[in-house]
């Protein structure tokens, strides 16, 4: 059950990001997070969650990411 339970969280925070993105369109990690969790849940640990629901979007061919000249990684869901 627990399992099951934790498919579905994932799955719904997920869909949010895929939501988000329909609004945001290239957009950094931490403007994602934004999106994902609530303000008093901001910050580095917020951030490292974010990023990994974006890899796996990007890894299963649902969003894609690039460097700019600054340095800084933006994603952009398909």
């Not at 988000?20 to 849940?41: I, N, P």
């Amino acid at each position: 059950g627990r399992v099951d339970a934790i498919k579905i969280h994932h799955g719904e925070r997920l869909e949010v990001l895929r939501e988000a993105g329909e609004t945001l369109g290239e957009a950094t990690v931490g403007d994602y997070m934004k999106r994902l969790f609530k303000e008093r849940s901001w910050g580095s640990m917020a951030e490292s969650e974010t990023f990994a629901h974006l890899e796996h979007l990007r890894l299963v061919g649902d969003a894609t990411a690039v460097r700019r000249d600054d340095g800084v990684l933006v994603y952009t869901l398909d």
